[in-house]
């Protein structure tokens, strides 16, 4: 039976999803309970997830369920920056959630499913099954989003990216639709076959289904102009949240847009190369300007992850070899230095709450100066000044644009940087040479959890800008995907 | 290949152009001479101070919202049941799952509450 | 006008029976207005189904025509996201075009003749069954908090 075969493929999935329903079924037993316990039941599930996907780097490319799922190298490389996402945001998260009466199973309950979700996404190998595990990880994060009931903001947050998110998966629906249209089928390798030479394929449908792909895809990663619920909800969400978030979903939402982009419509690429390009230029412009004006630190932060996105995505465009394992290298060191920098966010608190304005980091540097380095240097990671990973991120992909005769898009994205620059840099500024404010003591959070994933944040940005040629292997190895 | 959008920035300009010629003729050529009358929103009556009130019976809509879920959840029985004999173990096995899932989420909501009414 | 006497005056508010009688003078005035202009909607969809329904009821329905029926509802629903201000209405829209997604996948599965398109179907039902409970919580808890379901009240981030 062809269908049953290889279902071992899903065991990382199967396991976060057991954590899942474990959390709420000891939520059944004793309703509303909390404490850490939960928070360690699902980074055991994360782990374990973890380990199974690690199994799976040795095995030879498989297909499974009927062709829904692929298990490859690919898939177990953006698994792992997935789960590392899910693992951080677990482990950031307690303290937080405590501090607000928030602790409780359903997060990390819905925290699982999303992370299943994505991983899910990551392998998907059929159109169908992008569809669902959208769905799936989007719902989990519309509920965790709106978590804080009882903030304003955090309400606002859920309810805009709730609306513009279905609107999107609409969309994505849609050109699903148009895709099944113009080729008869909805698995990735199929449509390949289909529009290949020799093929049967409608080209008109494909075309306008390739454009309504994008646009669904495209909001799921956050690119301008279907960006606008990014601010929104990353400001208004409770921080692990937006780590999460940040993280998690950027790289799920780029792992489906190579294997739909590169290796279902390859054929097609004189067409959406163009268009994509455009949306690139547009998204690390646009984002890099709009975050100069923000006073919010996690506002800003939401821009500069837009126009991370636009850097990734000229990897996409570049649709080679290397420019793929640019873009795993680029998702890699991104999501480390994001969900560190929102971890630091959440280090600095103020009374009960976060400092989020940047007027409130002024004399940071003095007062608390590892910290303050420690975000400082985030920052710069984000910004891509050279020692850190994040130049050697931003490297690969130029290179992979200019290999791929994309100069121009290299050179319109080193001038975004120049202007990103700005902020991560004033934001330094304001912590080291400002004067503290008198009787601000600048208390820092003590928990352990957040300590732990702010060092393995750093680990991982500092061993990528120590070892930046091991991890491009690494991700080279990881290719090329397919069934 | 980017040759053949040049339609769509003709039509882009076009569009934009048609909207700012008709917008200021009738700015240039159109009588004004307003009056209070003129401006309110009804000739004869009072204005409307609020807007209708719109009711959410909170109650309802969460007994909808885990109706809706268990009621659709059933549509996925039927091809299960069409398609049982071409792999009866596998299917059987994944529905089993399946409803174990409903099960939990059943379970949960009725320790949690969901399902009384006051 | 009789009925406005018998509604009771709000309790707690000054020169609240003026008011309740003026809103319903307000209301009055509104309904003859809104009333014949529902009806006149009314009158020309039915008016252009008759007109549809006379035109194509001889023909062959083809596969393309409901491609075009899904291309008319998807954009009606996307229209209405983009005008409409009640967030349970928009929440409509959004299923509108799910379900012109639906038609398009039936409707293609017709002419490819392949029929894996129908379980598509009945999992986008279920993904919008979720999404609905999803949403509807949304809603409800931020009309809880506000009083409001309307998107432009939510002004607390920069929209």
Partial sequence: MPVVQHWTVLLPELALVGGAIFLLLIDAAKPSQRGPHLAFITLVAVVTSGVLAFFQWSHPTTSALGGMVVGDKFGVFARFIILGAGFLATLTAPAYLHRRGLDRAEFYALLLLSTAGMTLLAVSSDLVMVFITIELLSLALYVMAGFERGRLESQEASMKYFLLGAFASAFLLYGIAFVFGGTGTTNLLRIRAETSLGGVADFRLVGLAVALLAVGLGFKAAMVPFHMWTPDAYQG???????????????????????????????????????????????????????????????????????????????????????????????????????????????????????????????????????????????????????????????????????????????????????????????????????????????????????IALALCLLVVVAVGVAPGFFLHLAEKALPFGG | MLASYLPIAFLLILAGAFALVSVTLSRLISPKDPSPQKLMPYECGIAEIDPPVERFPVRFYLVAMLFVIFDVEVILFFPWALSFKSFPVFSLIAMSVFIFMLGVAFVYEWRNGGLEWD | MTETHDNPPLEGHPHAWNEAVIEAEAAAAVAPRRLPRALAAAAAVLLVAIVVGIVLHRREATVGMYVWLSMLLFAVGAFGVLIRRNALVLFMCIELMLNAANIALVAFARGTGNVEAHAVVLFVMIVAAAEVAVGLAIIVSIFRRRGSANVDDLTTLKW
């Fill in chain 1, 237 to 451: 969400a409770p921080t692990p949240v937006t780590a999460f978030m940040a993280g998690g979903t950027k790289a799920a939402a780029f792992a489906a847009l190579l294997r739909v982009l590169v290796l279902s419509v390859p054929e097609l690429r004189w067409d959406w190369q163009g268009p994509l390009a455009a949306l690139t230029v547009l998204t690390v412009v646009f984002a890099s300007i709009i975050a100069v004006s923000q006073t919010d630190v996690k506002r800003m932060l939401a821009y500069s992850s837009i126009s991370h996105a636009g850097f990734v995505a000229i990897a996409v465009v570049a649709a080679s070899r290397s420019g793929i394992a640019a873009a795993l290298v680029y998702l890699l060191v991104y999501t480390a230095m994001t969900i560190g920098a929102f971890g630091c966010v959440m280090l600095f608190r103020d009374g009960d709450g976060e400092r989020v304005h940047l007027a409130k980091y002024s004399g940071l540097g003095v007062r608390r100066p590892a910290a303050a380095a420690l975000f400082a240097f985030f920052l710069f990671s984000l910004a891509g000044i050279p020692p850190t990973g994040g130049f050697w991120a931003k490297w690969y992909v130029f290179f992979a644009a200019i290999r791929s005769h994309h100069a121009w898009l290299a050179i319109v994205a080193v001038g975004a940087s120049v202007i990103a620059a700005f902020f991560y840099v004033r934001v330094a500024v304001v912590m080291f040479m400002q004067e503290p404010p008198e009787g601000d003591e600048m208390e820092l959070d003590s928990s352990v959890g957040l300590k």
